[in-house]
Protein backbone atom coordinates (compact mmCIF):
# COMPACT_ATOMS: atom_id res chain seq x y z
CA UNK A 1 0.00 0.00 0.00
CA UNK A 2 1.10 3.60 -0.64
CA UNK A 3 2.24 5.53 1.85
CA UNK A 4 1.76 8.42 -0.47
CA UNK A 5 -1.88 9.35 -1.05
CA UNK A 6 -3.79 12.74 -0.25
CA UNK A 7 -6.02 10.90 2.16
CA UNK A 8 -3.11 9.52 4.26
CA UNK A 9 -1.11 12.87 4.36
CA UNK A 10 -4.10 15.12 4.51
CA UNK A 11 -3.48 15.14 8.87
CA UNK A 12 -1.65 16.84 11.22
CA UNK A 13 1.48 15.25 11.67
CA UNK A 14 2.98 16.56 15.31
CA UNK A 15 5.07 15.03 17.71
CA UNK A 16 5.26 11.52 15.84
CA UNK A 17 1.55 10.86 15.39
CA UNK A 18 -1.34 11.49 12.45
CA UNK A 19 -3.87 13.03 13.88
CA UNK A 20 -6.66 15.77 13.17
CA UNK A 21 -6.05 19.66 14.13
CA UNK A 22 -7.67 21.04 17.07
CA UNK A 23 -8.46 24.22 15.70
CA UNK A 24 -11.63 25.70 14.63
CA UNK A 25 -10.99 26.35 10.85
CA UNK A 26 -11.72 23.59 8.16
CA UNK A 27 -9.21 23.89 5.35
CA UNK A 28 -10.09 22.80 2.08
CA UNK A 29 -7.13 21.46 -0.53
CA UNK A 30 -8.63 22.09 -3.88
CA UNK A 31 -7.10 21.11 -7.18
CA UNK A 32 -6.56 24.70 -8.98
CA UNK A 33 -6.85 23.08 -12.31
CA UNK A 34 -10.26 22.07 -12.28
CA UNK A 35 -11.13 23.90 -8.77
CA UNK A 36 -12.32 20.38 -7.22
CA UNK A 37 -12.00 19.49 -3.00
CA UNK A 38 -9.00 16.56 -2.94
CA UNK A 39 -8.74 17.17 0.77
CA UNK A 40 -9.75 18.70 4.05
CA UNK A 41 -8.34 18.92 7.15
CA UNK A 42 -9.01 20.46 10.57
CA UNK A 43 -6.32 23.50 11.12
CA UNK A 44 -4.04 23.18 13.88
CA UNK A 45 -4.25 25.44 16.90
CA UNK A 46 -1.90 27.12 19.39
CA UNK A 47 -1.66 23.97 21.12
CA UNK A 48 -1.22 21.93 18.41
CA UNK A 49 1.94 24.37 17.97
CA UNK A 50 2.88 24.10 21.11
CA UNK A 51 2.76 20.43 20.93
CA UNK A 52 4.83 20.54 17.62
CA UNK A 53 7.81 22.56 19.07
CA UNK A 54 7.93 20.73 22.51
CA UNK A 55 8.34 17.52 20.32
CA UNK A 56 10.70 18.76 18.30
CA UNK A 57 12.68 20.29 20.75
CA UNK A 58 12.61 17.11 22.54
CA UNK A 59 13.42 14.66 19.71
CA UNK A 60 16.45 17.05 18.77
CA UNK A 61 18.37 15.87 22.05
CA UNK A 62 18.17 12.70 21.19
CA UNK A 63 18.80 13.36 17.18
CA UNK A 64 22.11 15.16 18.13
CA UNK A 65 23.27 12.01 19.82
CA UNK A 66 23.05 9.79 17.43
CA UNK A 67 26.79 9.03 15.89
CA UNK A 68 27.28 11.42 12.63
CA UNK A 69 27.92 8.62 10.25
CA UNK A 70 23.89 7.31 11.18
CA UNK A 71 22.77 10.22 10.50
CA UNK A 72 24.24 10.50 7.26
CA UNK A 73 23.39 7.05 6.58
CA UNK A 74 19.61 8.35 7.81
CA UNK A 75 19.66 11.29 5.87
CA UNK A 76 20.76 9.51 2.43
CA UNK A 77 17.93 6.73 3.09
CA UNK A 78 15.64 10.02 3.16
CA UNK A 79 16.91 10.67 -0.37
CA UNK A 80 16.21 7.01 -1.46
CA UNK A 81 12.58 6.93 -0.31
CA UNK A 82 12.35 10.46 -2.57
CA UNK A 83 13.70 8.58 -5.59
CA UNK A 84 11.79 5.32 -5.01
CA UNK A 85 8.44 7.20 -4.75
CA UNK A 86 9.32 9.20 -7.56
CA UNK A 87 6.05 8.55 -9.59
CA UNK A 88 3.98 8.86 -6.31
CA UNK A 89 5.13 12.50 -5.43
CA UNK A 90 4.97 13.70 -9.07
CA UNK A 91 0.93 13.00 -8.77
CA UNK A 92 1.26 14.73 -5.46
CA UNK A 93 2.38 17.58 -7.32
CA UNK A 94 0.08 17.75 -10.02
CA UNK A 95 -2.90 17.38 -8.16
CA UNK A 96 -1.98 19.76 -5.17
CA UNK A 97 -0.44 22.79 -7.20
CA UNK A 98 -1.24 22.00 -10.83
CA UNK A 99 2.71 21.61 -12.27
CA UNK A 100 3.24 19.70 -14.42
CA UNK A 101 5.47 15.96 -15.56
CA UNK A 102 7.96 18.12 -16.50
CA UNK A 103 7.91 20.56 -13.53
CA UNK A 104 7.53 17.90 -10.90
CA UNK A 105 10.41 15.75 -11.97
CA UNK A 106 12.08 19.23 -12.40
CA UNK A 107 11.49 19.71 -8.70
CA UNK A 108 12.14 16.15 -7.49
CA UNK A 109 15.30 16.00 -8.58
CA UNK A 110 16.05 19.62 -6.34
CA UNK A 111 14.88 17.97 -3.26
CA UNK A 112 17.09 14.72 -3.93
CA UNK A 113 20.29 16.92 -4.04
CA UNK A 114 19.74 18.96 -1.65
CA UNK A 115 19.05 16.22 1.04
CA UNK A 116 21.90 14.30 -0.23
CA UNK A 117 23.94 17.89 0.39
CA UNK A 118 22.59 17.44 3.85
CA UNK A 119 23.45 14.40 4.55
CA UNK A 120 27.38 15.79 4.73
CA UNK A 121 26.22 18.00 7.25
CA UNK A 122 26.94 15.91 10.22
CA UNK A 123 30.25 15.10 8.90
CA UNK A 124 31.18 19.10 8.39
CA UNK A 125 30.55 20.46 11.81
CA UNK A 126 33.73 21.20 13.24
CA UNK A 127 35.49 23.17 16.20
CA UNK A 128 38.31 25.18 16.45
CA UNK A 129 41.20 25.43 18.45
CA UNK A 130 42.66 29.31 18.84
CA UNK A 131 45.47 30.84 20.70
CA UNK A 132 44.91 33.52 23.01
CA UNK A 133 46.72 36.37 24.42
CA UNK A 134 46.26 34.93 28.16
CA UNK A 135 49.22 32.58 29.06
CA UNK A 136 47.82 28.84 30.12
CA UNK A 137 44.67 29.65 28.17
CA UNK A 138 42.94 27.07 25.21
CA UNK A 139 40.36 28.34 23.01
CA UNK A 140 37.71 25.69 21.90
CA UNK A 141 35.21 26.75 19.60
CA UNK A 142 32.29 24.78 19.14
CA UNK A 143 29.79 24.55 16.14
CA UNK A 144 26.22 23.34 17.21
CA UNK A 145 22.93 22.76 16.27
CA UNK A 146 20.37 26.07 17.38
CA UNK A 147 17.69 23.48 18.41
CA UNK A 148 14.79 23.86 16.92
CA UNK A 149 14.45 25.42 13.26
CA UNK A 150 10.76 26.72 12.06
CA UNK A 151 10.48 26.37 8.69
CA UNK A 152 7.19 28.62 6.62
CA UNK A 153 7.47 27.70 2.68
CA UNK A 154 5.67 29.18 0.05
CA UNK A 155 3.14 27.51 -2.78
CA UNK A 156 5.15 27.23 -5.77
CA UNK A 157 7.50 24.61 -5.46
CA UNK A 158 6.29 23.86 -1.28
CA UNK A 159 8.07 20.22 -1.70
CA UNK A 160 11.93 21.98 -2.60
CA UNK A 161 11.31 24.92 -1.09
CA UNK A 162 10.47 23.28 1.96
CA UNK A 163 12.87 20.70 1.95
CA UNK A 164 15.71 22.85 1.19
CA UNK A 165 15.31 24.61 4.75
CA UNK A 166 14.27 21.43 6.33
CA UNK A 167 17.16 18.67 5.20
CA UNK A 168 19.56 21.17 5.76
CA UNK A 169 18.63 22.12 9.56
CA UNK A 170 17.81 18.52 10.30
CA UNK A 171 21.86 17.61 8.65
CA UNK A 172 23.09 20.12 11.05
CA UNK A 173 21.71 18.16 13.89
CA UNK A 174 18.11 20.12 14.56
CA UNK A 175 14.62 19.50 15.08
CA UNK A 176 11.85 21.09 12.55
CA UNK A 177 8.55 22.29 12.26
CA UNK A 178 7.08 23.24 9.13
CA UNK A 179 3.86 25.46 8.40
CA UNK A 180 3.46 24.77 4.81
CA UNK A 181 1.25 27.47 3.21
CA UNK A 182 -2.35 26.70 3.09
CA UNK A 183 -2.61 25.92 -0.37
CA UNK A 184 0.11 23.14 -0.51
CA UNK A 185 -0.41 21.38 2.90
CA UNK A 186 0.95 17.93 1.62
CA UNK A 187 3.69 18.55 -0.32
CA UNK A 188 5.11 21.48 1.32
CA UNK A 189 4.08 19.91 4.71
CA UNK A 190 2.94 16.61 5.77
CA UNK A 191 5.11 14.86 2.72
CA UNK A 192 8.49 15.41 4.25
CA UNK A 193 7.25 14.28 7.28
CA UNK A 194 6.34 10.79 6.26
CA UNK A 195 9.32 10.67 3.75
CA UNK A 196 11.97 11.37 6.94
CA UNK A 197 9.36 9.02 8.74
CA UNK A 198 9.87 6.03 6.32
CA UNK A 199 13.94 6.72 6.84
CA UNK A 200 13.81 5.81 9.74
CA UNK A 201 14.71 9.40 11.87
CA UNK A 202 13.28 9.59 14.97
CA UNK A 203 9.32 10.20 15.07
CA UNK A 204 8.54 13.63 15.92
CA UNK A 205 11.98 15.64 15.44
CA UNK A 206 10.01 16.54 11.81
CA UNK A 207 7.10 18.36 12.61
CA UNK A 208 4.18 19.80 10.29
CA UNK A 209 1.48 22.04 11.46
CA UNK A 210 -1.34 22.95 8.69
CA UNK A 211 -2.88 26.03 9.92
CA UNK A 212 -3.86 29.83 8.98
CA UNK A 213 -2.68 32.93 10.71
CA UNK A 214 -6.01 33.46 12.08
CA UNK A 215 -5.98 30.38 14.12
CA UNK A 216 -1.91 31.49 15.39
CA UNK A 217 -1.24 35.02 14.96
CA UNK A 218 2.25 35.59 14.95
CA UNK A 219 3.03 32.44 17.85
CA UNK A 220 4.49 30.67 15.15
CA UNK A 221 7.83 33.11 14.85
CA UNK A 222 7.44 34.27 18.31
CA UNK A 223 7.26 30.76 20.03
CA UNK A 224 10.38 30.29 22.70
CA UNK A 225 11.68 27.19 21.20
CA UNK A 226 11.78 28.58 17.46
CA UNK A 227 15.45 29.39 17.47
CA UNK A 228 15.77 30.16 13.61
CA UNK A 229 12.99 31.32 10.89
CA UNK A 230 13.25 29.83 7.69
CA UNK A 231 11.12 31.69 5.34
CA UNK A 232 10.28 31.72 1.85
CA UNK A 233 7.47 33.52 0.22
CA UNK A 234 6.49 37.09 -0.58
CA UNK A 235 8.27 40.46 -0.02
CA UNK A 236 5.13 41.73 2.00
CA UNK A 237 4.65 38.41 4.32
CA UNK A 238 9.02 38.43 4.79
CA UNK A 239 8.63 42.03 6.05
CA UNK A 240 6.39 41.06 8.69
CA UNK A 241 7.97 38.04 9.67
CA UNK A 242 11.38 39.97 9.81
CA UNK A 243 9.76 42.80 11.69
CA UNK A 244 8.50 39.86 14.37
CA UNK A 245 11.29 37.98 14.83
CA UNK A 246 13.94 41.06 14.97
CA UNK A 247 11.67 42.42 17.70
CA UNK A 248 11.92 38.56 19.46
CA UNK A 249 15.71 38.69 18.81
CA UNK A 250 15.88 36.11 16.35
CA UNK A 251 17.65 35.14 13.36
CA UNK A 252 15.67 34.75 10.33
CA UNK A 253 16.03 33.90 6.72
CA UNK A 254 14.25 35.39 4.41
CA UNK A 255 14.22 34.19 0.91
CA UNK A 256 11.35 37.09 -0.96
CA UNK A 257 10.16 38.16 -3.98
CA UNK A 258 12.03 38.91 -7.41
CA UNK A 259 11.60 41.16 -10.38
CA UNK A 260 14.51 39.39 -12.07
CA UNK A 261 15.72 40.54 -15.85
CA UNK A 262 16.84 38.85 -18.49
CA UNK A 263 19.17 40.64 -20.86
CA UNK A 264 20.12 40.14 -24.45
CA UNK A 265 23.09 42.28 -25.98
CA UNK A 266 23.60 42.88 -29.40
CA UNK A 267 25.89 40.47 -29.65
CA UNK A 268 24.00 37.60 -28.10
CA UNK A 269 23.28 34.54 -29.75
CA UNK A 270 19.74 35.38 -30.72
CA UNK A 271 18.32 31.65 -30.79
CA UNK A 272 20.12 30.52 -27.59
CA UNK A 273 18.73 33.93 -25.78
CA UNK A 274 15.07 33.83 -26.72
CA UNK A 275 14.95 29.65 -25.14
CA UNK A 276 16.57 30.81 -22.27
CA UNK A 277 13.97 33.92 -22.20
CA UNK A 278 10.92 31.34 -22.72
CA UNK A 279 12.63 28.45 -20.39
CA UNK A 280 13.03 31.52 -17.96
CA UNK A 281 9.59 32.80 -17.63
CA UNK A 282 6.79 30.42 -18.55
CA UNK A 283 8.28 27.19 -16.14
CA UNK A 284 5.51 26.46 -13.69
CA UNK A 285 3.88 29.21 -15.31
CA UNK A 286 5.77 31.85 -14.38
CA UNK A 287 5.30 31.13 -10.56
CA UNK A 288 8.88 30.98 -9.93
CA UNK A 289 10.89 33.77 -7.23
CA UNK A 290 13.62 33.74 -10.20
CA UNK A 291 11.72 34.22 -12.91
CA UNK A 292 12.55 36.35 -16.01
CA UNK A 293 9.57 39.02 -15.55
CA UNK A 294 11.84 41.10 -17.66
CA UNK A 295 13.24 40.71 -20.70
CA UNK A 296 15.42 43.56 -21.71
CA UNK A 297 16.54 43.51 -25.47
CA UNK A 298 19.32 45.54 -27.22
CA UNK A 299 17.37 47.91 -30.01
CA UNK A 300 19.74 46.71 -32.87
CA UNK A 301 18.23 43.09 -32.66
CA UNK A 302 15.01 43.83 -30.68
CA UNK A 303 13.15 42.51 -34.28
CA UNK A 304 14.62 39.73 -34.64
CA UNK A 305 14.35 38.61 -31.07
CA UNK A 306 10.89 39.52 -30.97
CA UNK A 307 9.61 38.00 -33.95
CA UNK A 308 10.86 34.40 -32.69
CA UNK A 309 10.34 34.97 -29.30
CA UNK A 310 6.74 35.47 -30.05
CA UNK A 311 7.13 32.45 -31.95
CA UNK A 312 8.13 30.29 -29.15
CA UNK A 313 5.75 31.30 -26.88
CA UNK A 314 2.81 30.90 -29.28
CA UNK A 315 4.17 27.00 -29.36
CA UNK A 316 3.73 26.44 -25.47
CA UNK A 317 0.59 24.63 -24.93
CA UNK A 318 -1.22 25.51 -22.05
CA UNK A 319 -3.82 23.81 -20.15
CA UNK A 320 -4.23 20.38 -18.15
CA UNK A 321 -0.96 19.41 -16.51
CA UNK A 322 -1.71 15.77 -16.54
CA UNK A 323 -0.83 15.87 -20.17
CA UNK A 324 3.04 15.13 -21.36
CA UNK A 325 2.89 17.75 -23.03
CA UNK A 326 1.37 20.90 -21.16
CA UNK A 327 3.89 23.42 -20.54
CA UNK A 328 1.09 25.90 -18.82
CA UNK A 329 -0.91 24.38 -16.17
CA UNK A 330 -2.86 26.69 -13.61
CA UNK A 331 -2.18 29.47 -11.26
CA UNK A 332 -2.38 28.07 -7.73
CA UNK A 333 -5.75 30.01 -7.27
CA UNK A 334 -8.20 32.78 -8.53
CA UNK A 335 -6.28 35.34 -6.41
CA UNK A 336 -3.39 34.73 -8.18
CA UNK A 337 -5.12 35.47 -11.78
CA UNK A 338 -7.13 38.30 -10.53
CA UNK A 339 -3.99 39.62 -9.48
CA UNK A 340 -1.69 38.91 -12.72
CA UNK A 341 -4.93 40.07 -14.91
CA UNK A 342 -4.98 43.70 -13.02
CA UNK A 343 -1.39 44.20 -13.52
CA UNK A 344 -1.39 43.29 -16.95
CA UNK A 345 -4.21 45.71 -18.08
CA UNK A 346 -2.66 48.22 -15.92
CA UNK A 347 -0.04 48.13 -17.70
CA UNK A 348 -1.69 48.20 -21.37
CA UNK A 349 -3.17 51.24 -19.88
CA UNK A 350 0.16 53.13 -19.14
CA UNK A 351 1.15 52.61 -22.72
CA UNK A 352 2.74 48.71 -22.80
CA UNK A 353 1.53 46.97 -26.39
CA UNK A 354 0.47 43.48 -25.93
CA UNK A 355 2.47 41.68 -28.68
CA UNK A 356 0.23 38.49 -27.47
CA UNK A 357 -2.74 39.09 -24.75
CA UNK A 358 -3.52 36.23 -22.86
CA UNK A 359 -7.02 34.80 -22.22
CA UNK A 360 -8.00 33.01 -18.92
CA UNK A 361 -9.74 29.64 -18.69
CA UNK A 362 -10.31 29.13 -15.03
CA UNK A 363 -6.89 29.49 -13.30
CA UNK A 364 -5.42 28.47 -16.24
CA UNK A 365 -4.05 32.02 -18.23
CA UNK A 366 -2.43 31.59 -21.65
CA UNK A 367 1.04 33.87 -22.33
CA UNK A 368 1.09 37.32 -22.35
CA UNK A 369 4.09 39.62 -24.08
CA UNK A 370 4.05 43.08 -23.41
CA UNK A 371 6.45 45.33 -25.65
CA UNK A 372 6.96 49.48 -25.11
CA UNK A 373 7.50 48.65 -21.34
CA UNK A 374 9.40 51.68 -19.72
CA UNK A 375 10.50 51.26 -15.70
CA UNK A 376 8.04 53.18 -14.54
CA UNK A 377 5.18 50.80 -15.82
CA UNK A 378 3.62 48.32 -13.76
CA UNK A 379 4.45 45.32 -15.23
CA UNK A 380 8.63 46.84 -14.97
CA UNK A 381 7.60 47.32 -11.15
CA UNK A 382 5.84 44.21 -10.15
CA UNK A 383 6.53 40.69 -9.84
CA UNK A 384 3.98 38.87 -12.35
CA UNK A 385 3.47 35.54 -10.64
CA UNK A 386 2.01 33.76 -13.93
CA UNK A 387 2.77 33.49 -17.51
CA UNK A 388 3.10 37.54 -18.55
CA UNK A 389 6.76 39.24 -19.18
CA UNK A 390 7.67 42.62 -19.63
CA UNK A 391 9.73 43.56 -22.43
CA UNK A 392 12.11 46.53 -22.66
CA UNK A 393 14.83 47.92 -24.87
CA UNK A 394 17.97 49.47 -24.05
CA UNK A 395 20.90 51.29 -26.20
CA UNK A 396 23.53 50.71 -24.25
CA UNK A 397 25.61 48.61 -21.36
CA UNK A 398 25.18 51.82 -19.28
CA UNK A 399 21.49 51.64 -20.05
CA UNK A 400 20.63 48.60 -19.33
CA UNK A 401 22.36 48.62 -15.84
CA UNK A 402 20.16 51.58 -14.81
CA UNK A 403 17.42 50.38 -15.93
CA UNK A 404 17.72 46.41 -14.66
CA UNK A 405 19.26 48.41 -11.24
CA UNK A 406 15.86 50.76 -10.92
CA UNK A 407 14.00 47.72 -9.59
CA UNK A 408 13.24 47.52 -5.53
CA UNK A 409 14.03 43.30 -6.13
CA UNK A 410 17.62 42.21 -6.48
CA UNK A 411 17.76 38.35 -6.58
CA UNK A 412 18.19 36.73 -10.00
CA UNK A 413 18.73 37.65 -13.70
CA UNK A 414 21.06 36.65 -17.13
CA UNK A 415 22.99 38.25 -19.99
CA UNK A 416 23.32 36.62 -22.89
CA UNK A 417 25.92 37.97 -25.04
CA UNK A 418 29.03 36.10 -26.86
CA UNK A 419 32.08 37.91 -24.63
CA UNK A 420 31.65 36.35 -21.67
CA UNK A 421 33.80 38.69 -19.99
CA UNK A 422 31.88 41.77 -20.60
CA UNK A 423 28.88 39.43 -19.40
CA UNK A 424 30.90 39.00 -16.12
CA UNK A 425 31.70 42.66 -15.72
CA UNK A 426 27.78 43.82 -16.74
CA UNK A 427 26.49 41.28 -13.88
CA UNK A 428 29.26 43.15 -10.87
CA UNK A 429 27.27 46.00 -11.68
CA UNK A 430 23.61 44.59 -11.35
CA UNK A 431 22.42 44.94 -8.03
CA UNK A 432 21.18 41.09 -7.41
CA UNK A 433 22.21 38.06 -5.14
CA UNK A 434 22.38 36.22 -8.35
CA UNK A 435 23.29 36.62 -11.85
CA UNK A 436 24.09 34.17 -14.82
CA UNK A 437 26.15 35.05 -17.66
CA UNK A 438 24.88 32.46 -21.14
CA UNK A 439 21.85 30.86 -19.05
CA UNK A 440 18.43 31.47 -17.92
CA UNK A 441 17.32 33.16 -14.70
CA UNK A 442 16.67 29.97 -12.84
CA UNK A 443 18.96 28.11 -11.10
CA UNK A 444 19.35 26.80 -7.39
CA UNK A 445 22.68 24.35 -6.86
CA UNK A 446 23.01 22.38 -3.47
CA UNK A 447 26.35 24.00 -2.81
CA UNK A 448 26.11 27.81 -4.06
CA UNK A 449 24.85 30.60 -1.89
CA UNK A 450 21.29 31.19 -2.67
CA UNK A 451 20.11 34.16 -2.09
CA UNK A 452 18.65 38.36 -2.51
CA UNK A 453 19.67 41.90 -2.47
CA UNK A 454 17.05 44.64 -1.48
CA UNK A 455 13.50 43.59 -1.36
CA UNK A 456 14.63 39.97 -2.11
CA UNK A 457 15.58 39.25 1.07
CA UNK A 458 17.93 39.08 3.88
CA UNK A 459 20.20 35.92 3.85
CA UNK A 460 21.53 32.81 2.06
CA UNK A 461 20.71 29.29 1.91
CA UNK A 462 22.83 26.17 0.31
CA UNK A 463 26.18 24.49 0.97
CA UNK A 464 28.23 26.38 4.01
CA UNK A 465 25.31 28.98 4.12
CA UNK A 466 22.71 26.58 5.46
CA UNK A 467 25.54 25.11 7.57
CA UNK A 468 26.00 28.35 9.20
CA UNK A 469 22.58 29.81 9.17
CA UNK A 470 21.44 26.49 11.45
CA UNK A 471 24.11 26.39 13.80
CA UNK A 472 25.98 28.32 16.26
CA UNK A 473 28.95 28.88 17.85
CA UNK A 474 29.97 28.18 21.58
CA UNK A 475 33.78 29.47 22.78
CA UNK A 476 34.98 27.63 26.04
CA UNK A 477 37.90 28.60 27.24
CA UNK A 478 40.31 26.47 29.69
CA UNK A 479 42.63 28.26 31.83
CA UNK A 480 45.38 25.44 32.46
CA UNK A 481 47.17 27.58 34.33
CA UNK A 482 46.34 30.38 37.44
CA UNK A 483 46.52 33.59 35.54
CA UNK A 484 47.22 36.67 37.35
CA UNK A 485 44.59 38.91 37.90
CA UNK A 486 44.96 43.06 38.36
CA UNK A 487 43.36 42.68 41.73
CA UNK A 488 41.84 40.12 43.95
Known sequence: ?????????????????????????????????????????????????????????????????????????????????????????TELIIEELGGTKLKAGFEIGLVTNIIKEASTYPLRITGEILPSPVDGKENRVYQEPVGVVGVISPFNFPFYLSMKSVATAIGAGNGVVIKPHEDTPVTGGTLLVKIFELAGLPKGLVNSVVTEISEIGDRFVEHPLNKVVSFTGSTVVGKKIGEVAGRNLKKASLELGGNSALIVLEDADIDYAVSAAVFSRFTHQG????????????????????????????????????????????????????????????????????????????????????????????????????????????????EVIEIVNASDFGLSGAVHTSNIERGAELGKRIETGMIHVNDGTINDEPIVAFGGEKMSGVGRLNGNESLESFTTKKWISIQHKKRQFPYS
Open 287 to 398: QICMSANRVLVHEDIKDEFLNKYKAKVESLKAGDPREEDTIIGPLINKRQVETLEQTIEESIDEGAFPLIRGEVQGNVVTPTILTEVTPDMAAAKKEMFGPAVAVTTFKSDE
Open 1 to 89: MSHFTLEQLSKQGIAGKWREGNGSNEMSNINPFNQEIIATMTSASKDDLDQAFESAHNVQKEWEAVNPYERRDLLLEAAKVVEEHHDEI
